[in-house]
């Protein structure tokens, strides 16, 4: 995956004016979102799924629209376990490399692939890479989609990145905070960024520090 996008002054523009993005839930539930990009992926997953559970923490999944009508047992279980579920585009482009007509299709067919397997409306919507062009910012708003992005990015997507790079990243959340995550990559960097495995491992000292900081956890409004 390339770099996340730094909103630049005329980036936050586009974002607050003409998507609408938002950016962190309401800080006085004392409470942060854990989100997860790129899937749903057949190994890595259920593996997140199984730890979620486990500690009884929603989460909220934005979901490769292709990957989604792959794995559609998967995405069923997130709304079994009462997780949110959004889209992330069709195909996952680089939308630097894209024109408008092919974003507004892109972005559109993949919220519809994602509420083909749910059933039900999916308005929560992360753009690619957080690019916040004008095209990938006039194609949300065509899409009518409620755009999300995030405010910790423990740059777990890197090739490399370890469990306790992840975990000191994200040691001192504070209410409000929407953690960027991922449970699958596409376009990696490097092969080594496909293994998911160390963010899995990341996850419940995640779950335990921000516990311990007297914070809880809530899935994204749409």
């Not at 009462?82 to 195909?91: D, I, K, L």
């Not at 006039?138 to 490399?160: E, H, K, Q």
Request: aromatic residues 6%.
């Amino acid at each position: 995956m390339a770099a996340p996008t730094a909103p630049s002054r005329l980036g936050a523009f586009l974002l607050d004016r003409v998507a609408a993005a938002r950016y962190a839930v309401d800080k006085s539930r004392d409470a942060v979102a854990l989100t997860f990009d790129d899937g749903p992926d057949p190994t890595y997953t259920p593996q997140v799924l199984d730890l979620l559970a486990e500690a009884r923490v929603p989460a909220t999944f934005f979901l490769v629209g292709r990957r989604a009508a792959a794995q559609p047992g998967l995405v069923r279980r997130m709304l079994e376990e009462g997780h949110a579920v959004g889209s992330h585009s069709r195909s996952h482009p680089d939308p630097a490399t894209q024109q408008l007509r092919q974003l507004v299709c892109d972005y559109g067919s993949g919220r519809r692939m994602v509420e083909s397997v749910t059933g039900v409306p999916v308005p929560l919507f992360r753009p690619p890479m957080g690019n916040v062009g004008w095209p990938s910012a006039v194609a949300m708003r065509c899409s009518r989609v409620v755009a999300w992005l995030w405010t910790r990015d423990p740059n777990d997507w890197l090739p490399g990145r370890r469990r306790q790079d992840i975990v000191d990243a994200l040691g001192n959340l504070q209410a409000g905070d929407v953690v960027l995550l991922h449970d699958s990559i596409e376009l990696p960097r490097a092969a080594a960024a496909l293994d998911r495995s160390e963010t899995v491992a990341a996850i419940p000292e995640v779950i335990t520090s921000a516990r311990s900081r007297g914070l809880s956890f809530v899935t994204l409004p749409g």
